[in-house]
């Protein structure tokens, strides 16, 4: 009789290895658009976070090649498998399937037969189930196996969303401490008709009205206050608003994922973290929107390895932050390996002024643009609207590392901008064997600083004079400390 360890990420491990049959930025401050989400409606309902907008260029993403069905699920003594089906789900794509799936979980999280047993919640291949707004609820009795080898969508559009449910979130993985996300399946938000909404940017392009209306859109997947998470082959597609977030996570390991929507759909960043720690992306491919990865207020040691983002988009981004005059720490943020191509943005950083805090300890090795309009970013403007006043305050930006970025960007901006804050210096910048040229062959456009300090390690194309040295520690006072040691 087969065992399976106790250990979370070994019982992970040991799933895969049998059923393996189952995977085979210019210089001025740009105008973007921002939803204010916060205030969420009454527990159980988790809080939500506050998100950024802002208009892709417009490439679309090949198209998802699902033909092949998965494996059947190998029987293993010490699993507990919960077909949805078997509790009422139809699977027809048109039927309300979510009493089945919150029957399911609930049955799968408070399994106890027996302390070696791990439970899968199986959606199978072959059906289309529909779920409206709804939160899977731990802490549960045994590890979690959320098995998505069929297709998840939620209603069409607004207009169907069930009256009375949240607007700003799907599916809500709450308080779950050791679940792996993984299958050869798709969850579709069927965004379509959520950016087709009147107020959405990309509908106002000139910007010669402002659009309102009700604009609240849900993110297809979030997970909230939970832990020892994985996430692996799953296809995250079409989500109206951010496809997945994480806040107030810890130990997240995201591993062979593909997150896809058209690069003019507003506001779907692939993957947003907020007040989480110890997150890993790694051999993950993100087409879409808005950020391909956007980092978050509270985040630290964040680890992204072989991630390809693009075509469309706007890149990796740190933020924003500060915003509303708020305080924000992130730290320890290491992107390496990865490819940017058919972006507005590479890597970037943007804050608001009169925010306080510090961005810290971030190293961006061995990353490879094509055709990126902003390859290298700081941009401490960050503003939202035409008026937005000089503010004393500003997040510190401190210890960033530029290393072997190379490859080719659109000539309407310079290869590097940094847009330091007047009264708060970006400083400790090191710069290392940059080579980024234009992708038409004109001619090389000198980067831009302002009151921005560092280093440049290596000769760089192009040729980077714009950074001054490095001030004292005396001048920048109690910066440094802004938000202590991780």
Avoid at 36 to 48: G, L, Q, T, V
Avoid at 323 to 329: E, G, T
Avoid at 447 to 475: Q, R
């Amino acid at each position: 009789m087969l065992k399976i360890s106790r250990d979370p990420f070994l019982r992970f491990t040991t799933l895969i290895l049998i059923t393996s049959s189952l995977f085979s930025y210019g210089t001025e401050a740009r105008l973007h658009y921002y939803n204010d989400i916060h205030n969420p409606n009454s527990y159980p309902e988790p809080p939500y976070s506050s998100f950024s907008q802002s208009q892709p260029p417009s490439i679309s993403p090949d198209p998802d090649d699902l033909s092949q069905p998965p494996s059947p699920c190998q029987d293993l003594a010490q699993e507990v498998v919960h077909d949805v089906r078997n509790y009422g789900a139809i699977g027809d794509g048109i039927t309300d399937d979510t009493d089945a799936f919150k029957t399911a979980w609930d049955s799968a999280c408070s399994n106890d037969e027996d302390n070696n047993t791990v439970s899968i919640l199986l959606v199978p291949f072959g059906f289309t189930f529909v779920i409206h707004s709804t939160i899977f609820t731990g802490p549960c009795r045994s590890y979690q196996y959320f098995q998505v080898d069929g297709t998840i969508v939620p209603r069409d559009g607004p207009e169907s969303w069930p009256s009375g449910f949240n607007k700003r979130q799907w599916l809500v993985f709450y308080r779950i401490k050791g679940m792996a996300l993984i299958g050869n399946g798709v969850i579709d938000g069927r965004g379509q008709k959520w950016w087709d909404l009147p107020c959405k940017p990309h509908r106002n392009v000139n910007k010669t009205t402002a659009l309102t209306g009700p604009c609240e859109s849900p993110a297809a997947l979030r997970f909230f206050m939970s832990s020892n998470l994985s996430m692996q082959g799953v296809t995250i597609k079409n989500s109206p608003q951010f496809h997945m977030t994480f806040d107030g996570c810890h130990e997240v390991h995201i591993n062979s994922l593909r997150i896809t929507s058209p690069p003019s759909s507003p506001n779907t960043d692939g993957i947003h973290i907020e007040n989480s720690n110890s997150v890993e992306i790694h051999n993950s491919v993100i087409s879409n929107g808005d950020d391909c990865v956007s980092i978050g207020s509270g985040s630290y040691n964040i680890d992204i390895l072989n991630l390809t983002c693009g075509p469309g988009g706007h890149g990796i981004s740190i933020g924003s932050l500060g915003n509303q005059n708020s305080r924000a720490c992130v730290s320890n943020i290491t992107v390496r390996d990865s490819f940017i191509k058919f972006s507005d943005n590479g890597v970037r950083i943007k804050t608001w002024q009169g925010g306080s805090g510090s961005v810290s300890g971030v190293t961006f090795d061995n990353i490879q643009m094509d055709n990126v309009r902003n390859p290298i970013i700081i941009d401490q403007y960050y503003c939202t609207s035409k008026n937005c006043p000089n503010k004393t305050n500003a997040v510190f930006v401190n210890d960033v590392v530029y290393q072997s970025i190379k490859g080719t960007y659109d000539r309407r901006s310079p290869p590097m901008h940094f847009g330091c804050s007047n009264n708060v210096p970006c400083v400790n910048l090191t710069l290392s064997d940059i080579d980024l040229v234009p992708s038409k062959g004109e001619m090389v456009v000198d980067p831009f600083c302002w009151n921005a300090y560092g280093v440049v390690d290596e000769l760089s194309v192009p040729s980077i004079s714009c950074l001054k040295s490095n001030p004292s520690t005396l001048l920048l006072g109690g910066l440094l400390g802004e938000c202590g040691a991780r």
